[in-house]
């Protein structure tokens, strides 16, 4: 029967699009993998905003998610997140991630792409939907953190001694010279070794000790610094470390091949959760957290993502901003695009990261003091509002479009200072794929991507929006709904391309819904 009936919806349309592709489609459109797309690292918290009189009153913690967004079409063996925040003031807790070792007391139901089901576990990005029983499984990842301090030297968990006092246990091996030459090799007849270590700790976190370097087997001192160290905390208590840290692996037999997203989405599930807190008596201003990149030769191994083929993918990077006390923000200068390009699937909330490079304000606090020309851009958004919910609840004929939707900070609506003005971003939202804007994605869009493709091959002029509309961004617009695989969130038609690939996936989108399943775009994303 789903034979019969997918027969019966080729149309016309269909039958053109597919002399096109037997004049034009490269043979490897279905198979040849491509390099990814950048994938993006954002860390979105509840809010960004705290009042003087919170912090006044005591520390402020703030729930946070990061989360991975991108093409689902690949697979993953590892990643590294580290993280910073610019001020002491701001530091973090309670890292949980989708082990086993996070488990909830109580069985919570959770709704996604792939189904409805129900776990103890914690749902995060990597873990894997059961169909058979709708069901989900982390898949034994294989998770690190630094949530808790250890030594320098041998990794050890620290653990209070008592005020100023920690402790902690290593195995080592002692050396001898077996040859008379003064190189000292392992002592295999004395065997390994057990010390339990207590070191006095200063009021700063700096501690010491001496122990028996493994490779050379001669005596040595280190130093470490414990952050944030509390010098009374209670007797046989684990140290807490900077939780500025999460090392994953994605698994041993279970998945051999590398992991893939949990859903038809990447961003549906976080990759982990952490909170954010802001510390007693912090002073009004601003205060940022920001992923570590390669840039600084200080901070060593910094965020990376791992392909099942060790491929290193190139990441985005996308922090995010605490105010503390800031009662006005008045916007000075912007650099951001045009206008902000969405497709009706997405129902993460709208924010100034995915179309600006940097907003400037000038903000006012509480205590009077300001600050001028502070980058806002992690702070801007449209008040939780998401692209799902303006084309669902405003959308006509089948285009969201508002030439000056305003932009929010901390809840309140931006405006400019020298004008007064609100302070506002185009934005559009419609269906991928649906260059007719009849509501669908089907044959007779991937026709007109071929059309286009064939036109600019032959060197005419082509226009992928075929509409009356007088809107400035239509046909740039048109052409980021059309462009499947590279998934330009700008329409630059100067730097990307319309071309078989893009009506090949329209097609296949199309194919796939009239036989009934649930294909994703993303699985198209490269």
Not at 134 to 153: K, R, V
Not at 201 to 222: A, C, H, L, M, R
Not at 247 to 271: H, R
Not at 364 to 382: F, H, K, M, P, R
Request: charged share 20%; hydrophobic share 30%.
């Amino acid at each position: 029967m789903k034979a019969n009936k997918l027969i019966a919806l080729l149309s016309t349309s269909a039958l053109a699009v597919a002399l096109l592709f037997s004049q034009a489609m490269p043979t490897t459109a279905a198979t040849e993998t491509a390099d990814a797309l950048p994938y993006t690292l954002k860390i979105v918290p509840e809010r960004t905003s705290v009042s003087a009189e919170e912090v006044q009153n005591g520390d402020v913690v703030i729930p946070a998610a990061v989360y991975i967004t991108g093409s689902t079409r690949n697979k993953f063996s590892s990643g590294t997140i580290k993280f910073e925040s610019d001020s002491d003031s701001l530091y973090f807790t309670n890292v949980v991630t989708g082990d086993n070792g996070h488990r909830q007391e109580t069985e919570q139901t959770y709704e996604s792409t792939m189904g409805t089901f129900s776990t103890k576990l914690i749902p995060y990005c990597f873990g894997s939907y059961i169909e058979r029983n709708s069901s989900y499984t982390s898949n034994s990842p294989m998770f690190t953190t630094n949530e808790y301090a250890c030594d320098p030297i041998f990794g050890a968990s620290l653990t209070s001694a008592g005020p100023n006092k920690i402790t902690f246990s290593v195995s080592y091996y002692e050396g001898i010279d077996t040859n008379g030459d003064g190189i000292l090799e392992r002592d295999e007849e004395k065997g390994k070794l057990t010390k339990d270590y207590i070191c006095d700790v200063d009021d700063n976190g700096t501690y010491s000790y001496e122990y028996i370097d493994q490779s050379s087997f001669t005596p040595k001192t280190v130093s470490a610094t414990i952050p944030r160290y509390n010098p009374n905390t209670p007797e046989g208590e684990a140290i807490p470390d900077a939780c500025n840290r999460v090392v994953w692996i994605c698994g041993t037999s279970q998945l051999k091949d590398g992991a893939s997203f949990f859903s038809k989405k990447s961003d549906e599930f976080p990759f982990f959760y952490v909170d954010l807190v802001i510390e007693k008596d912090t002073p009004c201003g601003m205060y940022n957290v920001n992923f570590l990149n390669n840039s600084n030769p200080n901070t060593g191994a910094a965020c990376e993502l791992i392909s099942n083929d060790n491929k290193n993918y190139t990441l985005n990077l996308v922090g995010t901003s605490i105010t503390v006390g800031a009662e006005s923000i008045s916007v000075t200068n912007a650099e951001k695009n045009d206008a902000a390009m969405y497709t009706s699937d997405d129902t993460n909330p709208i924010s100034a990261t995915d179309f600006a490079d940097a907003i400037y304000a000038d903000i006012a606090y509480s205590d009077g003091t300001t600050e001028s020309n502070v980058d806002i851009t992690n702070l801007v958004n449209c008040y939780g509002v998401t692209p799902y919910q303006l084309y669902q609840q405003q959308s006509s004929q089948n285009l969201y479009y508002s030439a000056n939707a305003p932009l929010y900070a901390n809840g309140q609506i931006l405006k400019w200072k020298d004008t007064g003005e609100t302070f506002s971003q185009p934005i559009l939202v419609a269906k991928k794929g649906d260059v007719n804007y009849d509501g669908s994605a089907d044959t007779t869009d991937a026709f007109y991507v071929l059309k286009y493709y064939a036109s600019k091959s032959a060197g005419s002029t082509a226009q992928i929006y075929n509409g009356n509309s007088s809107n400035p961004y239509m046909e740039n617009f048109t052409f980021f709904l059309a462009d499947i695989d590279t998934c330009s969130k700008k329409g630059d038609t100067d730097t990307c391309q319309l071309d078989t690939n893009d009506a090949f996936y329209v097609l296949s989108y199309y194919t796939g819904i009239a036989a009934g399943n649930t294909p994703s775009w993303n699985d198209y994303i490269h």
